[in-house]
């Protein structure tokens, strides 16, 4: 309009403009005389990260790229409500229900099964015409959808069903039921029901390019084998949606989104689709339940803070935070409030959705995004030369392990800092949950970060309690597989420098770490995988040909029991020449030891 005022081009002539080598030099003088050059570290993701970018990174890149822009306006404000066996979902769509008029702006249901799931009360409470609804399911999706669309509406939303990604049966079966939900959302050009499940990696430890590489194999492998004659390819493009996880690393996950974007063109167009197509990518984003902690839990709303500025400024399309209290406590409305209201924050006051793309133009992000790319690229060239998900998910799950392995050794030696956890712990800290209950929990999240550290300073706790009840009794806590290294490193940190270095040799590999505790004394043993579950068949009368049992990680019995238990299945004692258990765990807890 002939009245609307001309832009005005952005500029700080105040500040003078410094090239690249006197940013060098001021580098080098602050750091007296050291080489700038120094400062690069690596990454989990295998690639260096310098100290600084200026112009000339763009200019490497062939200039900056073009903004990213969303298939929506603006982002939404989506809570995860999660639906367990056998519940008909009534408490969890009251609970949505009340937060669509608090502020939330859609729902996410996560379903156990779908058959119990009441979709007849969902419909009366929710109006779904009108709301952005989001579910994950393990089966049954086709029956969800059929239900659904009982209510005469166009659906708004998503659909995760990722028989891939989760490793289900009968697959060709899986992928048929696939087709049908394809078909079914024909009419509702708002709803995606082809997702896929990338948080399932992010929240197992796999770092930015192998989740990326991951959700590019199995995007490949959907494009690949879902289209028919009834089913053209665009049709299956344009289902296609990504659920993924978000991570502390603020930085590497606005970059990480962004990259997702640009791969998802490039991958499109190697299926021969317009770029137009890739546009229409839609993604969800959940805060980490990789990163969260049951130590000093209120460190967890710091985290899924900057999870969520990272996924808001990355460009996703709706945004679930998790509660902070979710690993030990059952839904309640003080966390869920807290964690609606966090977006609603990141929009209202710190104005986190009035520029499309904001990380645009940065000579970091630009360079980390086109790294972790290209990156993602090879590896998921690797992948398919494997022969492609789900042929090559041995490759995968190996690459996966492989990456969690490091992110828990680089934890217990404190170079990756989990506040609260293995760093400014909180000494006086009083658990507001029962953690003997918490340990025999099935529901206990153990593919966490912090599940090894976390764990074991949960039973040296209930070990120092029973000391202090005289209780007659024995318990063995499972410490976790693979953690006699992760605990040993913990110990050592706390060492004056080189002392006893042959402690580093002290365990064998391949067996679980555990605690045998009695009011007496506490024991860092070993035991193979097959030793622990004999001896927790035995101690819980449980026939050793019961093939549906699953041994918790905290075991009880009265003393004489237990010790014998413990020399009948020949568990071996953790050794630590020079130190007694009791000095290990004290040095853990940060007690300090007595001389």
Request: net charge negative.
């Amino acid at each position: 309009m002939a009245d609307s005022p001309l832009p005005v081009p952005v500029s700080f002539a105040e500040f003078p403009a410094v090239t690249t080598a006197q940013w060098q030099e001021r580098l080098a003088r602050d750091l007296k005389g050291q080489d700038p050059a120094t400062l690069t570290w690596q990454t989990l993701d295998g690639f260096p990260v310098a100290p600084f970018y200026h112009q000339e990174a763009l200019q490497e890149l062939g200039g900056a790229p073009a903004p990213q822009v969303r298939p929506e306006a603006a982002w939404r404000n989506v809570p995860t409500y999660v639906v367990p066996a056998l519940d008909r979902g009534h408490a969890a769509i009251d609970r949505a229900a009340a937060a669509l008029a608090l502020g939330a702006e859609g729902a996410h249901f996560v379903l156990a099964h779908t058959e119990g799931f009441d979709v007849a009360y969902l419909l009366r409470q929710i109006p779904l015409a009108e709301t952005y609804v989001g579910y994950s399911v393990r089966g049954g999706a086709a029956a969800l959808l059929e239900q659904l669309s009982a209510a005469g509406v166009a659906l708004r939303g998503f659909l995760v069903s990722d028989p891939i990604t989760q490793h289900a049966p009968n697959l060709a079966a899986q992928q048929q039921e696939l087709r049908a939900v394809v078909a079914a959302s024909r009419a509702w050009p708002e709803f995606r029901a082809l997702g896929i499940d990338a948080a399932y990696y992010g929240n197992r430890g796999a770092t930015a390019t192998q989740q990326l590489a991951f959700a590019l194999s199995t995007a490949a492998a959907y494009l690949s084998t879902l289209p028919t004659d009834d089913l053209p390819l665009a049709e299956v493009a344009a289902a296609l949606h990504l659920h993924v996880a978000v991570a502390p690393n603020y930085f590497f996950e606005i970059a990480k989104l962004r990259a997702a974007r640009r791969l998802w063109t490039t991958l499109l167009h190697a299926y021969g689709l317009p770029a137009e197509v890739a546009q229409h990518l839609t993604i969800f984003a959940s805060t980490a339940t990789w990163s969260q902690t049951t130590l000093d839990p209120h460190t967890n709303l710091l985290r899924v803070t900057t999870e969520a500025m990272s996924a808001v400024l990355g460009g996703a399309d709706a945004l679930s935070v998790g509660t902070f209290d979710s690993l030990f406590h059952a839904p309640n409305e003080f966390a869920e409030r807290l964690a609606r209201n966090l977006p609603i924050l990141l929009r209202e006051e710190a104005y986190l959705g009035h520029v499309q793309d904001p990380a645009a133009g940065s000579f970091y992000l630009e360079t980390l995004t086109d790294t972790l790319a290209r990156e993602a690229w090879a590896l998921f060239q690797q992948i398919e030369t494997a022969g492609g998900l789900p042929a090559a998910t041995g490759l995968v799950l190996g690459q996966l392990h492989a990456s969690a392995q490091a992110q828990f050794r680089r934890i217990a030696s404190g170079e990756q800092v989990v506040v609260g956890t293995n760093r400014y712990q909180n000494a006086q800290e009083q658990f507001d949950y029962n953690p003997k209950r918490l340990l025999r929990s099935q529901e206990f999240d153990s593919t966490r970060a912090a599940y090894p550290t976390e764990v074991l300073r949960l039973a040296t706790a209930l070990h120092f309690e029973r000391r202090e009840k005289k209780k007659k009794r024995a318990a063995l806590v499972l410490l976790g597989a693979h953690t006699n290294q992760l605990i040993l490193d913990s110990f050592l940190r706390t060492l004056p420098a080189l002392e006893r270095p042959e402690l580093r040799q002290s365990h064998p590999e391949g067996t679980l770490s555990v605690l045998f505790s009695s009011f007496e004394q506490a024991t860092l043993m070993y035991a193979t995988p097959e030793q622990f579950g004999r001896l927790a068949r035995a101690i819980n009368q449980v026939p050793l040909d019961e093939p549906n049992f699953v041994p918790s990680a905290l075991l009880t019995a009265d003393l004489a029991t237990m010790q014998e238990a413990v020399q009948l299945f020949g568990l071996r004692e953790f050794s630590v020449q020079g130190y007694s258990t009791e000095d290990v765990l004290a040095r853990l807890q940060g007690k300090g030891v007595k001389n």
